[in-house]
């Protein structure tokens, strides 16, 4: 059930985010100073990405996949229904704060259209539904916290509806 749904949600973000950053910062008209590259990896927070290596916008930022919390069932008959609270933590740095806050803004609508194709995918049969179960947050650090660089991090949990058919 977790191990599940951090599995599909890794490998969606995998799949879309830089393509749908990029397509963002190109229909806002945002070039330069601007990146769509991410590395994406899986049960890390983005507090621990940020502490283990670069996130710096020149070398690439990086989305934290991970969940901690399910409400579920006993298994019926053809399967257990499950609802799996996953976080995706997008961190990068830069020394431009006003490009790294317009950056980070960008990057939580393109988590969200990843968020938009997890319906169907790999027995998931929901994602992000209803309004108000999905949560998107900004945390912005600047300069003045005595770094030479400023740090954001997006923060988006949405909850993964799925069946468990297996064993």
């Known amino acids: 059930m977790i191990y599940d749904a951090v599995e599909r949600v890794h490998a969606i973000l995998e799949a879309n985010f830089a393509t749908d ?26 507090i621990h990405e940020a502490a283990r290596g670069d996130v710096n916008l020149a070398t690439g930022p990086r989305i934290g ?21 996953v976080t995706m933590e997008y961190v990068a740095r ?10 980070s803004e960008v990057a939580a609508e393109a988590i969200m259209m ?20 999905t949560t998107v947050e900004i945390m912005r650090s600047s300069h003045a916290s005595g770094q030479d660089y400023a ?12 069946r468990d058919i297996g064993l």
């Open 114 to 133: 990843s968020v938009d194709v997890m319906h169907g995918v790999n027995a998931a049969i929901g994602a992000g539904l209803p309004i108000g179960e």
């Open 94 to 103: 830069g020394s431009d704060e006003d490009i790294l806050a317009i950056q």
């Open 21 to 46: 950053m990029a397509a963002l910062l190109t229909a806002k008209s945002l070039t330069t100073g601007y990146v769509s590259t991410v590395t994406v990896v899986k049960r890390r927070t983005a």
């Open 65 to 85: 996949v991970w969940s901690g919390a399910a409400v579920t069932q006993a298994k019926i008959q053809d399967g257990r229904d499950s609802i799996v609270m």
């Open 151 to 162: 740090q954001d991090i997006v923060t988006v949990v949405t909850p993964i509806v799925s």
